[in-house]
């Protein structure tokens, strides 16, 4: 059933459907669980996925608190900066998630600065990682 909802979203998004796709994931929402994080990772990065689609899905994905899903989120961070797109929403609930477990997302987020190669910015991680220390300090 999530998966079916996921993808009714998803393609109405590509698709420029005239629904109302806010309240399809609004209802999405309060059925989403911890475990469905893989499904809207892969949402996230399907080929055909609109700057919208990932926005909206990036953003449900940081609401399920999973740090440890943060570098899927930052390379779809980094499509929707790159399509000219400020993502502000999906900005906000990245740094949520980032500041609601700072050491979960320290630890992610030092490993990806590591070995940060593309599609990852080191930008988008070096500002992230900025939240992390300040909510340690």
Not at 22 to 45: C, F, N, W
Not at 55 to 67: I, N, T, V, W
Not at 76 to 82: L, N, S
Request: hydrophobic content about 40%.
């Amino acid at each position: 059933m999530v998966q079916e909802r996921i993808n009714r979203i998803h393609d109405a998004l590509a698709n420029n459907e005239d629904i109302d796709v806010l309240s399809l994931a609004r209802e999405l929402e309060t059925v989403l669980e911890h475990s469905d994080g893989p499904k809207l990772v892969e949402v996230i990065q399907r080929s055909d996925a609109s700057v919208f689609s990932k926005e909206l899905f990036g953003s449900m994905l940081c609401a399920l608190d999973r740090p440890d899903l943060l570098e899927p989120l930052i390379i779809a961070m980094d499509e929707v900066f790159a399509e000219g797109h400020d993502g502000d929403g999906f900005q906000a609930t990245l740094t949520d998630l980032v500041e609601t477990h700072p050491v979960e997302s320290l630890e992610v987020l030092r490993d990806m600065e590591r070995r940060v190669t593309a599609p990852v910015s080191s930008e988008t991680v070096n500002w992230l990682l900025e939240y992390c220390t300040s909510e340690l300090e």
